[in-house]
Every structure is written in C-alpha cells, then in structure tokens.
C-alpha cells in the first residue's frame, strides 16, 4: 500500500472518478454516492493515517523502480513483483527516496525528517526486487553532513544478519556505496539496526534461561511504550553489601551501536566466563538497552531533540519519563548505600575512531570518587583492547563542553550521589571496519570486564 499523503490524494481522486463513471446520474444517485464517496475517503484516511506501530503515516515512503523522483513515484499503488522498491514504512525504518534506477541499480535517498525529533542522520531501508548478483548502488545524500553518511554502510539479507559494504565513494553532497546482492532483497542502514522489537526479544530469552536475570518495564514512554530492562542477580551476599550498577544506552536513538554494546555486555554477564560469574554474585546490575524508545521506534536521530535531548534532561524535573525512572532509581539505591556505578552508553562523532570515555569535570569529583575513578578508567585501559583499543585518555564534560553539563546523566549522579559513586559515559566509535555488531558486542563484553576488575577492590569508604 502506498502512504504517501500526496498520493493517498491522487489516489483517492481517481477512485472518485472511477466510481462516478460507474454510477446512474440521477440526481438521487448522485447524492447516494456522494455519500458512499465520503464515507470511502474517511475510511481509507483512517487507513493511511496511522501505520501498525502507531505512527503517522506521513512520515514514511515507499518508492518503485519505475519512479524517477518522489511525486512519480508516489503515484504508484501497488508496484508488480520484481521491480526494484525501497521502503522505510516499517520500525525503526527511515529515508525518503529521490531516485531509483533498475537498470543501474541505483537508490537515492536521504535520511527521513522528523521536525523537533533530533538530528536527521540514521536511516535504514529495506529493498526488494533485486535481481539476485545485482550490483546495488546506494547513494546516500541530505541529513546532517557526515554523521548520516558512514564510510562503510551496514547490509543484511535476512534483517538480522549485518555486515559492511566495502568503504563508499564520497562525492561532493553524497555518499556512494556499492554491494553486489546474492538475494531478491536486502536491508540497507547506517549502522547495524537495534530495535524496540530487538530488545524485548534478546531480554526474553536472557530473562528465561536464568532465574536470576528479571527482565522488567522501566517505565512507559510518553508515547505508551514499554521500556524494557534487566536485572541480574545470581543469589551471593544479601542486598545491602551487593555492588550495585546502573548501565544504561542510546539516550540519543541513532546511536544504535550502544545499544549492541550494552547486549555485548549483557551476553558477558550471562557466561560461563569466571569472571562474569563472580560479578554477577557480588553485584546486582540494572541495565537498559534503549532509553529513547520511541524515536528508536519512529526512524528518528532523538540528538538535541525538542525540548531536549534525553542526556540534557537530568534536572529536578525531567521531560523524559525514561530519565525520571532511572533518576528514582539511583536516588533510592544512594539513599540505601547501595549505588556504586553508572555507565551511560553512546556513539561519538564521524572523526572519532577509537572507544573513549567522557568523565565529568575534575573539580565535582570527591574523595574517594576521584581514586574510583581513576582505578576505574586503568582497568578499562587494561580490558578494552581488541578489536577496538581505548583511547589513552578520557575527556572532561564540564562548562567548556556544553553550557548544559550539569543535566548531563553522569554529572547529575556525581552531584546527586554518595561520594564514592563512579559514573562515566562510554562513547564506541560507529566509523571504523570494527564498528559492526561483532565489534560493538566485543566492546561490551570488555566494559563487563572492566567493571569486573574494578569490583576486585571495595570501591566503598571504610567503616
Ligand atoms: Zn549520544
């Protein structure tokens, strides 16, 4: 079906057409049908309105091979088997086509615009039509500069699956990737794609292979989501002398890599690796694989969104309801003596090409945070090596980096929690040959390791 509004119009006004031509023109007629025609309209209005996630339609575009720009291609209902088509109308899905060519295998397109819904720099797509050992050529323009246009795209056949196309050429305003396809279809991104759908999923079946791991609702999202996350406990000292961790992911939603690193984590956490076991049973960890759902769910990038982004909302009176939950949460456990660590989990810029952390400013750090912190950050050094190596240092998120610093997650658990508490943001490069869904779960099962070496030592003051 095509949902377009443009043409949910055009088609509209040819059935009107259609159904006339059909019709007696008696003056009773004329007025019966008038009325059939306007209940029809209302219905397939409806129809389009909304997708099966909820969203608007209008957002969303499905384009046909035998289309040469978007009003073309709008007018076309129900493309015939076998022509080359791409799509962005499904979860998660984003980009508006501008051309398509069969015979070339050429698809333009750019990633869809979601006004006060963040940068517009993640896409992905699904094409089918492909003639299989088809040379397809993906041109990638719009968005927001380079941070939409990767040097390497990710492709999948199955949705599942993500691999690299080899590096694309960069032209003046676009990219160009070319992926020779052994398949009718295939699934274009920006970087491996971790959906709403992905998480309840992967939480499910962690949730139900151990009774110690509970997968549990954050909150629901302003939209009406489910947040999903988890907990894991493997039974070991009661509760107040447990270590106890907060890791969350992608407050910014395009950053779908950290969300693969939080799963790399988690798939640590759940193994038979001795360290991971012993982690498990001194330290109960709350961890959340996507915070900003909806824009997950929409296609768009969430990143200084209106009326602000989820990582500068961490203020007495939080937007998100995601940051309210977390917020409580750790103001609970502080309160209790049992917060140790929180990890915020993101993906940095297009020049970035090593993993590094972000620590708030030196002059909020206390004893013995400051000690935690730096015993913190060489265990890190010592466990985040392959494939993608630590940067030798970390960088300072104070005033100078952003006026808005103190509404960022780890300044505002500095500021909020007991002086030994560590809280740091990871940032995974997303533009280097490591930055597949291999690359970032390896980054997470190092962070596993990192924050099992630092628990080697009680990073609380003594009695
Ligand atoms: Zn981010």
Not at 182 to 192: L, Q, R, V
Not at 228 to 245: N, T
Not at 367 to 382: C, H, I, M, S, V
Request: glycine letters at 8%; aromatic letters at 10%.
């Amino acid at each position: 079906m095509n949902i377009c509004p443009k043409s949910r119009l055009l088609s509209q006004a040819n059935l009107f057409r259609k159904i006339r031509l059909l019709l007696p023109s008696s003056r009773t007629f004329t007025a019966l049908w008038a009325v059939g025609v306007l209940l029809l309209l209302a219905a397939t209005s409806r129809i389009g309105l909304l997708r099966a996630d909820g969203f608007p339609a209008a957002d969303f575009q499905v384009f046909s091979a035998s289309c040469f720009g978007p009003e073309e291609a709008a007018g076309a209902d129900q493309p015939a088997s076998g022509r080359l088509e791409c799509r962005s109308d499904f979860e998660n899905g984003s980009g508006v086509v501008e051309r398509i060519d069969p015979e070339g295998g050429l698809i333009r397109l750019r990633p869809t615009e979601h006004k006060d819904r963040g940068w517009t720099c993640w896409w992905f797509v699904h094409v089918t039509g492909i003639q299989p050992g088809q040379l397809i050529r993906l041109e990638v323009t719009g968005g927001l500069g380079d941070w939409g246009k990767p040097d390497r795209a990710s492709f999948s056949l199955d949705g599942k699956t993500w691999q690299h196309t080899p590096p694309g050429q960069r032209l003046k305003d676009r990219i160009v990737y070319q992926q020779k396809i052994d398949g009718p279809e295939a699934y274009f991104a920006w970087g491996p794609p971790f959906r709403l759908s992905d998480a309840e999923r992967l939480l499910t079946e962690a949730a139900t292979k151990r009774p110690w791991v509970q997968k549990f609702e954050l909150c629901r999202s302003r939209e009406g989501r489910s947040v999903p996350a988890l907990r894991i406990a493997e039974p070991g000292p009661p509760e107040p002398e447990r270590f106890g961790v907060w890791i969350i992911a992608r407050q910014h939603a395009w950053e779908s890599g950290s969300s693969w690193v939080a799963w790399g984590l988690i798939d640590w956490l759940l193994s038979e690796e001795p360290a991971a076991q012993q982690l498990r049973k001194k330290a109960t960890l709350n961890l959340v694989p996507i915070m900003d759902v909806d824009n997950v769910c929409r296609g768009a990038g969430g990143k200084e969104q209106k009326p602000q982004d989820h990582n500068r909302d961490w203020s007495e009176r939080p937007h998100w309801p995601e940051v309210h939950a977390v917020q409580s949460a750790i103001r609970q456990w502080d309160d209790q003596g049992r917060m140790d660590l929180f990890l915020d989990l993101h993906n940095p810029g297009p020049i970035d090409r090593e993993p590094f952390f972000f620590i708030p400013p030196e002059e909020v750090l206390r004893e013995p945070a400051r000690q935690n912190l730096a015993r913190f950050l060489e265990a890190a050094k010592a466990e985040i090596t392959q494939p993608m190596r630590l940067a030798d240092k970390p960088r300072t998120a104070g005033a100078k980096y952003d006026p808005r610093w103190e509404r960022m997650s780890k300044s505002w658990v500095i500021l909020h929690c007991r002086p030994h508490v560590v809280a740091l943001c990871l940032e995974t490069p997303w533009n280097t040959p490591h930055s597949t869904l291999d690359g970032y779960m390896a980054v997470g099962r190092a962070l596993g390791r990192t924050i099992a070496r630092y628990f080697q030592q009680n990073p609380r003051p003594g009695p």
